[in-house]
Nanobody, 122 residues
Framework: QVQLVESGGGLVQPGGSLTLSCAASGIPFRLYAMGWYRQARGWQRDLVATITSDGNTNYVDSVVGRFTISRDNAENTVYLQMNSLKPEDTAVYYC????????????????WGQGTQVTVSS
């Protein structure tokens, strides 16, 4: 059974930082590309960042220079370090996993976590 369990969300003031974690089980983690997506209330789920099985990263323009995705294959965990947070970063953040060979379909197929709420507000 595949499980992706996110943690680390919460309430933070503008300009603050949070680190999200996603612990994966039931998959050969090192063979999977991982991603973080977010969904604000009333909006569709959008890509935030991805990391391939060999560590190549990709970010949506709005988070470049502020967010960093990383992975620890020994711990089967992917992280999203979020700095300089803005109110518009408020959303439910979802962890996503897809086999690296299916990377072209990232976001369309694969596995999802249950989400963790991030709220940026003063």
């Amino acid at each position: 059974q595949v499980q992706l369990v996110e943690s680390g969300g919460g309430l933070v003031q503008p300009g603050g930082s949070l680190t999200l974690s996603c612990a994966a089980s039931g998959i050969p983690f090192r063979l999977y590309a991982m991603g973080w997506y977010r969904q604000a209330r009333g909006w569709q789920r959008d890509l935030v960042a991805t990391i391939t099985s060999d560590g190549n990263t990709n970010y949506v323009d709005s988070v470049v220079g502020r967010f960093t995705i990383s992975r620890d294959n020994a711990e089967n965990t992917v992280y999203l370090q979020m700095n300089s947070l803005k109110p518009e970063d408020t959303a439910v953040y979802y962890c996503h996993a897809i086999h690296q060979t299916d990377y072209d379909f990232i976001g369309k197929y694969g596995y999802w976590g249950q989400g963790t709420q991030v709220t940026v507000s003063s």
